[in-house]
């Protein structure tokens, strides 16, 4: 083992260069190896889940044409099962100063925000704007902009308020229960992929799995291939490529070690 670890010290260079997670993500060569390293186990992606209500089974009877095409169906709702969600590094821009109104300071004691509610425009491009008290005009940061598109366009699962749940107290408590998917999936419906609150969340939770090599609970799910830019993208590879040699899966830890050189920029 520990000569393993050796090797993988050094097919991974502690480099400090680093492309933008996002363009080695929709690279075409790193979305293929990371979709053949998420590896399709049935008994994975077809698991019991919990459901509001049991719908009344039904039996058909099909011939062989038309049981080839449910088969073919069913493969596509596998696929889509395991479509990864986007990976972009944290939008930390801070919001752009649009005007200074020193004259209507003390106007109010509270900051007020504005929003264009025409339609056509989407939750990212809505036109909206916030004055603060010192009569600075503003754009809006992630959570304003979050709390303004919920109150006038709210998502079907998203909150106006973050989830407790995502607070570190409680979220580790999640963690340790091993509901990894259930904080990945609830943080894909509150957060925009670039939110620096969801990459926050997703981190702790990637960090919670490699400290406790819990790689196969994410396994053929839609969060493993994340999981691996993750660790690859921030030199912290080793267990997982130690996890896969010992499992056989040769072919999954190089190309783990060749997701790792597109990350860090290396031939």
């Known amino acids: 083992m520990v000569v393993v670890r050796f090797i993988c010290r050094r097919l991974l ?24 390293i998420t590896r ?21 009877f099909m011939t062989n044409e038309q049981l080839e095409k449910a088969k073919e169906s069913a493969y596509h709702e596998v696929r889509n099962r395991l479509q990864m969600p986007p990976v972009l590094s944290p939008n930390n821009k801070e919001p752009e100063i649009l005007a200074k109104d020193e004259e209507i300071v003390g106007y109010t004691k509270f900051k007020v925000m504005f929003i264009d509610i025409s339609p056509g425009f989407s939750d990212r491009n809505r036109l909206m704007s916030v004055r603060e008290t010192d009569g600075t005009l503003r754009e809006p940061n992630f959570e304003e902009r979050s709390r303004l ?43 925009e992929p670039d939110d620096p609150r969801y990459t926050a969340v997703t981190s702790k939770v990637y960090d919670y799995i490699n400290e406790k090599q819990d790689f196969d609970s994410l396994r053929s799910t839609r969060h493993f291939g994340p999981l691996c830019l993750y660790l690859a993208y921030n030199n912290k590879a080793d267990d997982l490529i130690i996890e896969m040699l010992s499992k056989s899966l040769l072919e999954d830890a190089a190309k783990l070690v060749k997701i790792y050189y597109k990350c860090h920029d290396i031939e």
């Not at 399709?40 to 058909?60: A, D, H, S």
């Not at 366009?153 to 107290?169: N, Q, S």
Request: charged content about 30%; aromatic content about 12%; overall charge positive.
């Open 13 to 36: 260079n502690t480099s400090t260069q680093r492309k933008d997670i996002g363009q080695v993500f929709i690279n075409e060569d790193v979305q293929r190896m990371l979709k053949d």
């Open 40 to 60: 399709f186990k049935e008994e994975t992606i077809f698991r019991r889940r919990q459901v509001p209500e049991l719908g009344t089974p039904k039996m058909v």
């Open 149 to 191: 598109n919920h109150m006038f366009y709210p998502g079907e699962y998203r909150t106006i308020d973050v989830p407790k749940m995502f607070e570190d107290e409680n979220l580790y408590k999640v963690l340790q229960r091993k509901d990894y998917q259930l904080v990945l999936n609830r943080a894909l419906l509150q957060f």
